[in-house]
């Protein structure tokens, strides 16, 4: 759960949730190093806390233990989306759809895509790729969050507010904080485009 309570703002103290979930996840790995979701667990907590070097190295690990795991390639691809390498990041999230069509957390593939378009600037695209994130009955906060800066990026006000209505009904404590907290520390520069469209869209720090 430690990843979890990081990822959602579900503890107080952050940084202690995250060395629990790494000692755990190490521990782990003592016991067999060729469990392949422990090194998927271990990389995406090496995402959360920064250090995207350490992330890719325990996720391609995963993924050399059992090429078809499609969740290790979703990780590996947003290691890279955030450490500002999005054409990467396509590319890994393309696989992880091929090898998962119909994973429950397709809305966050998707929207993936499209948070990595933004970063490429191609407006079209990422918005394409978001608003058929939103479209799943199981989309979470995330997608509609995005979308929202988006808009209001490219001047779409009344959309970007409705959006963030609905990302709000979701998620009640959604801030420009929350938001960083779910991405973890991501590489300023690849994430900036969607800071400054959260605040256009009216998300307060």
């Avoid at 090429?67 to 992880?96: D, T, W």
Wanted: hydrophobic fraction near 40%; charged fraction near 25%.
């Amino acid at each position: 759960m430690n990843y979890y309570d990081a990822i959602l703002s579900r503890t107080d103290d952050r940084e202690a949730a995250l060395s629990a979930g790494l000692a755990n996840a190490k521990k782990a790995i003592a016991i067999d190093q060729r469990d392949y979701a422990v090194h998927w667990a271990l990389g995406r907590l090496h995402y959360l806390e920064g250090d995207h070097r350490a992330a890719v190295r325990e996720l391609e690990t995963s993924i050399n233990i059992n090429p078809n795991f499609a969740h290790g390639y979703y990780g590996l691809s947003v290691s890279y989306l955030f450490s500002g390498q999005p054409e990467k990041a396509i590319e890994f999230m393309n696989i992880a759809i091929r090898l998962s069509p119909n994973d429950p957390l397709m809305w966050a593939l998707v929207g993936n895509k499209g948070i990595a378009y933004g970063q490429l600037r191609d407006f079209d695209k990422a918005i394409e790729n978001l608003e058929e994130a939103c479209r799943f009955p199981t989309a979470q906060f995330v997608p509609f969050t995005m979308l929202a800066a988006l808009h209001a990026i490219t001047g779409s006000e009344t959309e970007a507010k409705k959006l963030l209505d609905r990302a709000r009904e979701l998620e009640p404590n959604l801030s420009v904080k929350h938001m960083r907290n779910y991405y973890g520390t991501a590489d300023q520069e690849a994430f900036e485009v969607f800071i400054e469209g959260f605040r256009l869209a009216g998300l307060t720090d």
